[in-house]
């Protein structure tokens, strides 16, 4: 497989690029590519270029040959709205839903959110995550990049506006309904994931209010991080596409 790296800047027909600080460390020490080694490189906004090394020292740059428009993105945008579970957890959220296809990811601050930070550590805690979305795209194929957005409380989320016909999930362990009897959707899904604590009433009643379905996924109960890979891979399997 050609190694694949993100450039966060725009891309141009025979332009020679420099690679980040962070993508040159992990082809240089980590893969030890060498001057005329094949890469691809893209920059998130769709599409990617073939390109080949053409100076390996402390730096690397690569000079783009060929342009591709593949597309690796699912046909049903599907946007995680996680509340934050403890520790390094939504690490592992971001990978494994940015692989699974996710459009764009809402960390959320519930009410029974165990995680509390400050303003300025929970700004790194995001940039943290956006850089573990980028390293999920150049992994597993895609060219565009699933933005994690800033962490909101549930009523600042439920303010904002959503499109008319998206479907609006919340999971609970019980009384929701199944993903199978629901009618294939008109536009756009939001999945809402609830903490470790689970959700309070109240928030369920404020998220109902905003037009969220509740739903469960099976009779087991699913950790707050396992819950949401589950119920996207569970849509894609559905109506995306698996």
């Known amino acids: 497989m050609i190694p694949r790296f993100h450039c966060p800047f725009p891309l141009a027909p025979g332009a020679q690029v420099e690679l980040p600080a962070q993508a040159v460390q992990h082809a240089l020490k980590v893969l030890r590519l060498r001057a005329g080694d094949a890469v691809v490189v893209f920059d998130g906004r769709g599409g ?3 390109g080949e090394i053409v100076g390996a020292g402390g730096t690397a740059r690569v000079a783009l040959r060929e342009f591709s428009d593949r597309d690796a993105e699912s046909p049903l945008p599907i946007t995680l709205v996680q509340a934050l579970p403890s520790g390094d957890k939504m690490d592992w959220v971001v990978e494994k ?3 699974l296809g996710v459009a764009a990811i809402q960390p959320l601050a519930a009410r029974r959110s165990v995680i509390r930070l400050s303003a300025e550590r929970m700004a790194r805690r995001v ?32 303010a904002r506006t959503m499109p ?20 294939r959707p008109s536009g ?55």
Do not use: K
């Not at 995550?129 to 009523?155: H, K, S, T």
């Open 48 to 50: 990617e270029w073939r």
């Open 97 to 99: 839903c940015v692989e």
């Open 127 to 158: 940039g943290h995550w956006n850089a573990i979305a980028r390293a999920a795209c150049e992994q597993c194929g895609r060219n565009r990049v699933p933005e994690v957005a800033a962490v909101l409380d549930l009523p600042q989320y439920l």
């Open 164 to 183: 008319q016909n998206a479907l609006r999930l919340q999971l609970t362990p019980q009384g929701g309904v199944a993903l199978r009897g629901l009618a």
């Open 188 to 242: 756009p899904a939001v999945v809402m994931i609830g903490p470790e604590g689970g959700w309070e009433d109240g928030e369920l009643r404020a998220a109902q209010a905003a037009g969220f379905r509740t739903v469960q996924l099976g009779p087991r109960i699913l950790r707050s991080e396992t819950a949401g890979a589950a119920a996207l891979a569970a849509l894609q399997a559905i109506w995306g596409d698996f």
